[in-house]
């Protein structure tokens, strides 16, 4: 589903280079549920946003669902993103102006769906994820678990085929960050695929996989677990 080949990113400032991914060589295959693991600063994040169409390389060549994706235009990027690809942040990323099944069906305006459609898929989407009853209130009224479950059903109602998440349960406690791994874990069973970046061991342990990034570089990207 996924394959970087000798990517690099590189971030300006000014006069100053600062290097994100070093000749990062990795496939992710469909289905598969991966932790990307590693030290604050170390690239997962920018990983993560390359893979989503979010970024785009410095060098190198990137490949998602079999298409070469490296030089699509903006426009081109922004349609494929739109729908294949769901993101979960740990920010939540709401837009507070608008009440959670608003949020929700979000992408499907931006796809040109009808807005009757729009409401019917979304709050379908807010049952499945527990929250059909806090579907006309305000992410300001919202518990940060609820919130995350709102972004999920975000990420979902576009029906993608691969799921982001960007320390998803950073914000939450124990409790409710398993619970939401829970929804995403379920997610996946219906046949997407999912990243996840996470300090988390815990988090990682329930990946099938484990990925650890340091300094801008894959250093294990085998099937074989967490880190010991």
Not at 7 to 34: F, M, N, S
Not at 92 to 113: D, K, T
Not at 185 to 202: M, R, Y
Request: no cysteine.
């Amino acid at each position: 589903m996924i394959e970087l080949a000798n990517v690099t990113k590189v971030y300006r400032k000014g006069r100053v280079e600062v290097p994100a991914l070093r000749g990062v060589d990795l496939r992710i295959a469909e289905g598969e549920h991966v932790a990307l693991m590693g030290p604050s600063g170390a690239g997962k994040s920018t990983l993560l946003y390359l893979m989503g169409l979010m970024e785009e390389p410095t060098t190198g060549r990137v490949t998602l669902f079999g298409e070469d994706v490296t030089n699509l235009s903006d426009t081109a990027r922004s349609r494929l993103r739109g729908r294949t690809i769901g993101f979960v942040f740990q920010a939540f990323n709401l837009i507070p102006q608008l009440v959670a099944w608003q949020n929700v069906a979000l992408p499907l305006r931006y796809q040109g769906v009808p807005r009757r459609q729009q409401k019917e898929r979304a709050l379908a989407m807010l049952e499945r994820v527990g929250l059909a009853d806090r579907s006309e209130h305000y992410p300001a009224e919202l518990s940060g678990g609820e919130e995350q479950r709102v972004a999920i059903a975000r990420a979902l109602v576009i029906e993608p085929r691969l799921i982001l998440a960007d320390e998803p349960t950073g914000n939450l406690d124990t409790r409710t960050g398993r619970a939401v791994l829970g929804l995403l874990e379920s997610a996946v069973a219906d046949g997407p695929t999912l990243l996840i970046v996470t300090h988390d061991q815990e988090v990682a342990a329930r990946a099938g996989r484990v990925v650890r990034v340091v300094d801008g570089q894959v250093l294990d990207g085998s099937p074989s677990g967490p880190p010991k």
